[in-house]
């Protein structure tokens, strides 16, 4: 079963290679993100979490203790089942040890917010939250516009990394520091210490758990997939500017050259980009940023819509 986070509900969805739908839920909700785990969908909207446990059929409210309703993302760790996260808008870490049912608040992120003064150039909102990647008891937390936060206590309490100030200015910052406009966050499967962090100024690379990034690609960009099995493949969505000449390109050489890993498409897309990336088996998943969602075979590498008959996608995930 995969599961679709759109702007007026949820999208239940079945089948390999071509989806098809099976029924809508959260009828109204602006649906901002999805994650499902053992028989359980949490879907982050506008208004809280809302939880399901029959695939879908019902939904029931989900958020106690959230001190902040507009959810921007939601995630699991990996290794412990009922551990949830979820990021806010404004900037805030709430973590449920329920599966969802109740929520409390990493409260020294609101004071690292309120001291740099993070904020969102669209909204009136303090900066958010908008990507985790857990590996271990390590994690890390993309704020945008904000930086890099890091634990290593399993999410109960963060920290700024080394290479990121907590400073929102959008002038680019000197490397090693990132750039403070991050759009999400992820950890290789080989290091705790390898993150990849798509920004607004660029894509950026650390090998040392945040102390030091290095700019691979000069873009604006939301979204990238590294291979598990090998950290030097990578796929990004970059764009020349927000939503303005998006498309698709892929470097196997830890990103000294980048190539267009677009057949299938038609590209650049004036006013669109990559929004999200998600590997669901042997499949990988974009969302664009006008709803629209691609697919490829990881094999092949050729991209195709599905679904058109759902506008507004805002995330997908599949059951695990």
């Not at 109204?28 to 939880?51: H, M, N, P, Y």
């Not at 999400?184 to 607004?200: C, K």
Request: aromatic share 8%; charged share 20%.
């Amino acid at each position: 079963m995969i599961y679709l986070a759109t702007e007026s509900g949820l999208v239940v969805c079945e089948g390999e290679g071509e989806l098809r739908e099976v029924r809508r839920g959260l009828k109204g909700k602006r649906v901002t993100s999805v994650i499902a785990r053992e028989g359980v969908i949490l879907a982050g909207t506008w208004d809280g979490v809302f939880r399901s446990d029959d695939d879908g059929e019902n939904w029931r409210e989900a958020s106690a203790g959230l001190g902040h309703r507009h959810i921007r993302w939601l995630a699991y760790h990996p290794d412990q089942s009922n551990l949830v996260f979820a990021g806010t808008e404004p900037a805030a870490i709430f973590f449920s040890q329920d599966g969802g049912n109740s929520w409390n608040e990493c409260r020294e992120v609101a004071d690292l917010r309120n001291q740099h003064g993070w904020f969102l150039p669209y909204s009136s909102e303090a900066g958010c939250v908008r990507g985790f990647a857990f590996s271990g008891s390590r994690g890390y937390a993309a704020v945008e516009v904000g930086g890099v936060l890091c634990s290593d206590d399993n999410g109960a309490s963060w920290r700024l990394v080394d290479g990121s100030d907590g400073n929102p200015s959008l002038d680019r910052p000197p490397e090693p520091l990132v750039y403070p406009d991050l759009h999400s966050i992820q950890i290789h499967p080989s290091s705790p210490d390898l993150v990849d962090a798509p920004t607004g100024g660029g894509f950026y690379r650390s090998t040392d758990g945040g102390r030091v990034w290095k700019l691979l690609y000069d873009c604006c960009c939301r979204a990238a997939w590294t291979d598990p099995a090998d950290s030097a493949h990578i796929i990004l969505g970059p764009a020349d500017d927000v939503d303005s000449i998006g498309r698709i390109e892929e470097t196997r050489d830890g990103g000294q050259s980048w190539n267009l890993a677009t057949e299938g498409l038609t590209v650049p897309w004036q006013r669109t980009m990559v929004e999200r990336f998600a590997q669901i088996s042997s499949e990988l998943f974009a969302v664009l940023s006008n709803g629209e969602l691609l697919v490829t075979q990881l094999s092949a590498m050729e991209w195709r819509r599905i679904m058109p008959g759902v506008e507004n996608v805002n995330a997908i995930t599949a059951m695990i």
